[in-house]
């Protein structure tokens, strides 16, 4: 499995990036977000990557941060939903807002990107939000952490569950919101958060 990329930028058009490392020119497809973020051809990227393997061949895709990388891996968990989909989504919202549409259950925010109707944007959100709210079971029932657990509901829990679809455990998630003021806005808390636990990676 390829992991990630590092290597010099030689081609990059809508939806595509291709990268050369080591004398060969990976062809990775990708959001608007991250070509937005990439420099002009020829200067150095890395991508982080997901294989993607069919009857029909083999797709490489690649994401600027490991937050978009997670979050398309759990789109494409979501039946119905293929790298296309998975691909428009993250090309009109980031990770961070994705993230909270999905914990605070807003399938309308997802059906803004192309091909994405109010059917299959209610079964990303309803699919996400069960996983975490298992995951969150399994949890209560584990030794938990020294600090106080979240209620449910409010910005709070919202920044837990949004955290948790970026990838983070709720025991990461937990801690990283728990010196935070309650007082903040969900995606305040988010960004808070995420700048803690970048401390620690």
């Known amino acids: 499995m390829i992991y990630s990329l590092n290597g010099e930028l030689i081609h990059k058009e809508a939806g595509l990036a291709v990268v050369e490392c080591g004398g060969v020119g990976y062809s990775c497809r990708t959001t608007y977000n991250t070509l937005a973020r990439l420099g002009d051809t020829g200067s150095g990227v890395r991508l982080f990557t997901y294989l993607h393997v069919t009857q029909d061949g083999i797709m490489l895709f690649g994401f600027g941060d490991r937050q978009e990388l997670e979050c398309f891996k759990l ?28 914990a605070s259950g807003d399938h309308k925010r997802l059906t803004k990107s192309k091909g994405v109707g109010p059917k299959m944007a209610q079964r990303i959100v309803l699919e996400l939000k069960d996983k975490l709210s298992k995951e969150r079971s399994i949890i209560r029932t584990s030794d938990l952490p020294a600090y106080s657990p979240v209620p449910a509901g409010g910005a709070v829990s919202e920044a837990v569950d949004a955290l948790m679809v970026l990838g983070y455990t709720r025991d990461e998630a937990e801690g990283a919101v728990s010196g935070l003021d309650s007082s903040l806005t969900a ?13 620690f990676k």
Do not use: C, H, T
Not at 187 to 199: F, Q
């Open 75 to 102: 789109l494409l968990g979501v039946s119905g939903v293929g790298p296309k989909a998975a691909l428009s989504i993250l090309s009109d919202i980031d990770p961070n807002s994705f993230a909270l549409a999905v």
């Open 187 to 199: 995606e305040e808390l988010i960004r808070k958060a995420l700048m803690g636990l970048a401390k």
